[in-house]
């Protein structure tokens, strides 16, 4: 009855701090905002040369990205040399299989340089999740070597979601300087 009681205690604070953050930076990331999209830890950064249209700038990456396994990436220009980038969500895609991503991205445009810039900073979530689960084998392991197989198991899932946004990245930016290229050799 004690366990019963226990399970409708009030949660514990860092729990609801947890909690609070993982909503907040759910609705910056689904809807795209500037604020969340700009700054925070970068764990990627990549600057290619690409020759981009001048307006309308998100509906052009849409359609140049490159298929992909994962579902395709959203785009929102926040002015005219800033564009936040975010994994859909793949709810149309019921049978696709999907990730949690590492990372948000935003690409910054140098139009005089004629270059693309792109970003991937850690989520808040991510950055916060990862060293409570961490923590959490260490503490419910009976002595810390047993916590070594829970310890590489979420090392090896963060290290394998990385993988998947870099790769994904990297292939957005090869296909944007592709485009530069095609656009440098067909002009007259």
Do not use: C
């Amino acid at each position: 009855m004690d366990k019963l009681v226990n399970a409708f205690a009030a949660p514990e604070p860092l729990f609801l701090i947890v909690l609070g953050i993982l909503i907040a930076e759910s609705a910056a990331w689904f809807t795209l905002q500037r604020w969340y999209f700009n700054d925070g830890l970068p764990l990627f950064q990549r600057e290619v040369k690409a020759q981009l249209p001048k307006n309308d700038i998100d509906q052009w990456l849409q359609s140049i990205q490159p298929k992909s396994f994962w579902g395709e990436f959203h785009f929102k220009a926040f002015d005219a040399g800033l564009v936040g980038i975010r994994e859909s969500l793949g709810l149309h895609h019921v049978w696709r299989p999907s990730y949690t991503p590492l990372m948000r991205a935003v690409l910054l445009i140098d139009r005089t340089r004629g270059t693309v810039k792109l970003t991937g900073y850690a989520n808040y979530s991510a950055l916060l999740l990862i060293p409570l689960l961490l923590l959490a084998s260490l503490q419910k392991a009976i002595s810390p070597l047993a916590a070594i197989p829970a310890l590489l198991i979420i090392g090896g899932i963060a290290v394998g979601l990385y993988t998947i946004q870099h790769h994904r990245y990297e292939r957005l930016l090869a296909a944007l300087a592709e485009q530069g290229r095609l656009k440098t050799v067909s002009a007259p």
